[in-house]
Each structure stands twice: as structure tokens, then as C-alpha cells.
């Protein structure tokens, strides 16, 4: 029901779009007026601090950065109506009368890079997580919540890199964008990806009732023990750099790991279509064709072999066929193409 009611209000908001209408107070000395987003917009006037206009409800697609009172200022541009007129004019130097200037900037910033019916979903997701009190009711919020990560992470990838003077954008504002997830830099991105804190997530469980929220996220930190912090580096694999990954097959790592979804998936039924991703991602890292290998061949066949003999109720025929495959071709490593022993360094 709770999730029905999620998806009626994100058909709501699409149809309604953001609201307007809001009185807005300048803030700088001066402030232009132009007729379209952006610094090249013409001029259409100039306003002075504490002048008052309508807010139209309307963001532009970009922000700009300028400097203001000796800082540097980055900010989105919105349609306003002074007087008569209307036009485009820099949120950052208004001020909203009946709101928080911090919390009504960040709105229209997520509007800027993400969309009104966006912003608002993930309002409505804030919104809702108070109400949380069940396992049941964890399991959605967390399912919408990695569904609205990998939006926001979608359509901030399909967006140009800087500003429209070819200055870097700061993504600071990305910290609390969403709670229970962490902003950090990625190797060859000008922007920010939102990482699960599984930290943050087995706490919340431990405030509901019901078990099978505390013990998929207990599942969770092990998958990233160093902090409990998703990673594309998950505890089965081996970081070469930055951007690359060595199987730790031969390690025990995805023994441990299947053992552990095998035991906790009857108790986690909530959570199966995670607990199986999960499961999936450890057989692609098995059989993958692009896979290299850090461990020696021996070890890793010893390994593979306890993942046969063990009666894996979670694997599929497909999974064992693969995995059986995957074998014999480890039996002679250099003659089948797979890489293996990449630690030696040879």
C-alpha cells in the first residue's frame, strides 16, 4: 500500500510540476533580470536589494558561477516576475519569505540538474521515512531508495561536465543529498557518486520491528569490510587501481560470501531480489569472460571445488553449469585464456 501510494504521488507531482507563485527578496546590491538562463542572457533590468518578485516555478537547465562579495558564488538560474516583467535572474541572490533560503536553493538546485517530478519523488522518498517501523516497510524504502540513487546517478552522468563559462562545478551540495548514502569522487568523473552507508542502514534496521532488515544489511557490511561503504570493489574482488579489479578467487572470499547468502536468504525473504543480485555478482565474478585472476591456479581451484561439493540451494542449473565450465578451464589455465596468478606480477 505504501508503495502504491509513492507511485500516486510521483503521477501527482509529474502532472502538477513545481509550484510558484512565492515572494522572493533580493539579497545582493544588484541583481539582472535577463531574458533568458544564463550569463549571456540580455539584460532586461536591474534590481535592488530588497526588491521583491514572484517566483514563476520555472529552472533553468544550468548553473552559473560568478563572484559575490569576494566568494565565489554557484548558483541555478529561476524565471521570476518583477512588476510587469519577466525573466531569468540568479536564485542564489533571492531570498524566499515564507521558507529557508538553504533548504529552497537546494530545491531548485535539484530541480536545475534533476527535474521537478525527480526533486519530488525524492521528497515524497524523505517524506515517507519517518513512518518506517517494520522490516516490511524497510525493505521498500530501501528499494526505492537505490532505485532513486541510480536515477539521480543517471542523469547527472548525462550532463555536461562545467559551468557555461568552462569553469569546474563544486558538488558539495551532493553531501546530504540523500540520507544513508555517501558523495565521493570517482576516478575519471567531474561528479560525485552516491555510495550505500551500510552503516547508516543497520542502524535504521535496529530501530524497526522484524529481524530480516537488521540481517540483510548485517550481509551488507560484509560485502565491504574496510568501512562498510559500497564500493565497485566488494570484499571478493582485488583492487589493481583505480578503476580496476582483480578476481580474489582462491581467497575463500566467495565461499564465505555464498555461504552466507545461502544461510540468511530463508530468513531474509524480503530482501531476496537483493540477496540474489548479490549472489549474482559473486558467479559473474566466477565465470566472467573479461575476469582476471589475483590467486594461483591451485588455489583457486581448491576453491571451486568447495563451491560445488557445498549444496547450494541459491545457485541455479545455469550457475552450476557455468561454474563447472569455469573449472575445467582453470585445470589449464594457459591454454583456455584465463589469466590467473596476477599477484606474481607476470
Not at 516555478?57 to 559575490?68: C, K, P, Y
Not at 518583477?82 to 535539484?110: M, N, S, V, Y
Not at 581451484?301 to 557445498?310: F, G, H, N, P, R
Request: with cysteine; charged share 25%.
Amino acid at each position: 500500500m505504501r508503495y502504491l501510494t509513492f507511485l500516486l504521488l510521483t503521477l501527482f507531482l509529474h502532472a502538477c510540476g513545481p509550484e510558484s507563485g512565492d515572494s522572493l527578496s533580493v539579497i545582493s546590491a544588484q541583481l539582472a533580470v535577463r531574458d533568458t538562463f544564463g550569463l549571456k542572457g540580455k539584460e532586461l533590468l536591474v534590481l535592488k536589494k530588497a526588491d521583491q518578485v514572484s517566483d514563476l516555478g520555472q529552472v533553468g537547465s544550468f548553473e552559473s558561477i560568478i563572484e559575490w562579495n569576494g566568494n565565489v558564488l554557484q548558483s541555478p538560474w529561476i524565471k521570476v516576475r518583477a512588476g510587469k516583467q519577466q525573466g531569468w535572474t540568479l536564485a542564489a541572490l533571492l531570498k524566499p519569505k515564507d521558507a529557508g533560503h538553504a533548504e529552497w536553493l537546494q530545491t531548485k538546485r535539484l530541480q536545475c540538474y534533476f527535474g521537478p517530478v525527480v526533486t519530488g519523488i525524492r521528497k515524497a522518498w524523505l517524506d515517507q521515512a519517518p513512518s518506517v517501523q517494520t522490516d516490511a516497510e524497510m525493505a521498500t524504502h530501501y528499494r526505492q531508495a537505490m532505485a532513486l540513487r541510480d536515477t539521480l546517478m543517471t542523469l547527472l552522468a548525462r550532463r555536461a561536465e562545467t559551468s557555461e563559462s568552462g569553469t569546474r562545478l563544486n558538488y558539495d551540495w551532493m553531501r546530504n543529498l540523500l540520507p544513508g548514502f555517501i558523495a565521493q569522487k570517482v576516478p575519471g568523473q567531474s561528479n560525485p557518486y552516491l555510495f550505500a552507508d551500510y552503516n547508516y542502514w543497520l542502524k535504521l534496521a535496529a530501530q524497526t520491528s522484524g529481524a530480516q532488515d537488521d540481517l540483510f544489511f548485517e550481509t551488507c557490511t560484509t560485502l565491504f569490510p574496510f568501512d562498510k561503504i559500497e564500493s565497485f570493489f566488494p570484499v571478493w574482488t582485488f583492487q589493481l587501481d583505480d578503476n580496476q579489479s582483480a578476481s580474489q578467487l582462491g581467497s575463500g572470499n566467495h565461499l564465505k560470501v555464498l555461504a552466507d547468502l545461502e544461510k540468511k536468504l530463508p530468513e531474509t525473504e524480503l530482501f531476496r531480489k537483493e540477496t540474489l543480485r548479490i549472489k549474482d555478482a559473486v558467479i559473474e565474478d566466477i565465470v566472467g569472460n573479461k575476469v582476471g585472476y589475483w590467486q594461483p591456479g591451485e588455489k583457486i581451484l581448491t576453491e571451486l571445488k568447495e563451491i560445488e561439493t557445498y549444496n547450494f540451494t541459491s545457485l541455479t542449473d545455469l550457475d552450476r553449469m557455468a561454474i563447472s565450465a569455469r573449472t575445467t578451464m582453470f585445470e589449464d589455465p594457459a591454454a583456455n585464456g584465463v589469466r590467473v596468478n596476477l599477484r606474481s606480477g607476470l
